[in-house]
């Protein structure tokens, strides 16, 4: 279910309806939101993220995973590094509109980041972009993380993204821990909204609950309201 490109499609979305509520935040219904939006939200979503084609640039190997494909748009740059690549995503809406995208390049498979259906130490490069905000609480975002350093291989490296409350659409810390749960309305062409659960990193959280994780962080960074961070299995 990976989100748009953090200096536009962020800004969009947060624009289209950011506020502080109680959400729906289990997979289930976070997998329905997005099977009810696939069609219009795979329209907004052509091109790759830019730190996603500066993370491939010179990385190759066999077998590739991103997790969080969405409508494919990430997985496209990702087949071009690797002999095979998976795209995994919870919607089987987005995976529909996948499979119009990158046709045979990708290998799709409906499943969630919780538990990933991949062998340990079998990915050379991975991409979890803009999901793992959609977890619903700490302890499974932390969970995922770990899921995704038992998948990576040795000197693979993987790509994390998550919104962050630096983004200056939220400007508020309600609960007053840095991050915190909202949702983020979709914004259909009949003019109907649907709320997407999203949970908001401060950036010191997301560098808490990667130490956490059995994951080796390489570097982490902010851009265009994200946190960012390149990672490896230890």
Do not use: K
Not at 172 to 197: H, I, K, S
Request: negative net charge; charged residues 25%.
């Amino acid at each position: 279910m990976s989100d748009g490109n953090p200096e536009t499609d962020a800004t969009r979305d947060a624009t289209e309806g950011a506020r502080d509520r109680r959400p729906a935040r289990s997979p289930e219904r976070v997998r329905e939101v997005y099977d009810t939006i696939a069609a219009h939200f795979a329209e907004t979503r052509h091109h790759a993220w830019p730190e996603t084609r500066e993370f491939l640039g010179g990385r190759s190997g066999t077998v590739g995973l991103d997790i969080g494909c969405g409508n494919g748009r990430n997985a496209g740059p990702l087949a071009e590094r690797v002999d095979h690549t998976l795209g995994l995503d919870a919607s089987r809406g987005l995976l529909t509109e996948a499979r119009s995208r990158v046709g045979g390049r990708v290998a799709l498979l409906q499943g969630d980041a919780i538990r990933l259906p991949v062998d340990a130490g079998s990915v050379d490069i991975a991409l979890y972009i803009a999901t793992l905000h959609h977890l619903p609480d700490r302890g499974t975002r932390r969970g995922s993380l770990a899921e995704l350093a038992r998948v990576l291989a040795p000197g693979g490296a993987g790509l994390v993204s998550v919104w962050s409350t630096t983004h200056d659409r939220f400007d508020a810390d309600p609960d007053g821990t840095g991050g915190f749960d909202t949702t983020v309305d979709w914004t259909l062409p009949d003019g109907a909204t649907v709320p997407r659960f999203y949970h908001i990193y401060a950036p010191e959280e997301f560098a808490a609950d990667l130490d956490a994780s059995p994951l080796t962080v390489e570097a982490t960074w902010l851009a265009s309201g994200n946190c960012y961070a390149r990672v490896r299995s230890e």
